[in-house]
């Protein structure tokens, strides 16, 4: 899936969700969410992906060292 798609998912979504329907449709697909709680974990794991995909997949490492100062 493309930054453009997912951007277009997310804001169809959000969309959905200001207007209180549970039924979002995308591309020709539609999808019922049960729940608000699945919207919201919907909207969460598109912006996670759209956030990597702006990234470039740079990951951020940090190294911890200690020592007893001997």
Do not use: F, P
Not at 8 to 35: K, N
Not at 39 to 52: H, S
């Amino acid at each position: 899936m493309t930054l453009e798609e997912m951007t277009v998912q997310r804001d169809a979504l959000l969309a959905a969700r200001y207007r209180g329907v549970r039924t979002v449709e995308t591309d020709g697909r539609r999808v019922t969410y049960a729940t608000d709680a699945e919207m919201v974990a919907a909207l969460t794991d598109l912006e996670r992906r759209i956030a990597a995909a702006n990234e470039g997949g740079r990951r951020r490492r940090i190294l911890t060292s200690a020592s007893k100062g001997l």
